[in-house]
C-alpha cells in the first residue's frame, strides 16, 4: 500500500521561510520520480517542482530562485524548501510520486499525498 504523508505546512508571513516533508512507503523510493504540486482554492493542481531519481530537479517558473526541492533516499523522503514567500504561494500542496516526463513537461503519477495546507499572510 502506497503511502504519501505530508508535514511542515502552516501560517508564516511574507517573505518567510517553511519546509516541506513527504514521507513515502510502498514505493521504490531511490528509482521514484518525486513531485510537490499545490492547488489553492477555485484553481487546479498545478506542478511546483519535481525531483528525477537521478536528482535532477525542475522548477515552475514561478518559484524558481525562491524553492529547492531535495531528496533524501535513506528515508524515503522528499522535501520543499520554501524561502521568500508570497501571499500568491498559499495553497495546499501535494506530494506526489512516480512523476513523469521531461524537462517542461512533468505529469503527475497516481499517488497523491493528503496535502499539508500553507497560507501566507500579506
Known amino acids: 500500500q502506497v503511502q504519501l504523508v505530508e508535514s511542515g505546512g502552516g501560517l508564516v508571513q511574507a517573505g518567510g521561510s517553511l519546509r516541506l516533508s513527504c514521507v513515502a512507503s510502498?514505493?521504490?523510493?531511490?528509482?521514484?520520480?518525486m513531485g510537490w504540486y499545490r492547488q489553492a482554492p477555485g484553481k487546479q493542481r498545478d506542478l511546483v517542482a519535481v525531483?528525477?531519481?537521478?536528482?535532477?530537479?525542475d522548477y515552475a517558473d514561478s518559484v524558481k530562485g525562491r524553492f529547492a526541492i531535495s531528496r533524501d533516499n535513506a528515508r524515503n523522503t522528499v522535501f520543499l524548501h520554501m524561502n521568500s514567500l508570497r501571499f500568491e504561494d498559499t495553497a495546499v500542496y501535494y506530494c506526489?510520486?512516480?512523476?513523469?516526463?521531461?524537462?517542461?513537461?512533468?505529469?503527475?503519477?497516481?499517488?497523491w499525498g493528503q496535502g499539508t495546507q500553507v497560507t501566507v499572510s500579506s
Open positions: 525531483v528525477t531519481a537521478n536528482n535532477n530537479k
Open positions: 510502498g514505493i521504490n523510493f531511490g528509482i521514484a520520480a
Open positions: 506526489n510520486s512516480d512523476v513523469y516526463g521531461f524537462v517542461g513537461h512533468w505529469y503527475p503519477g497516481a499517488n
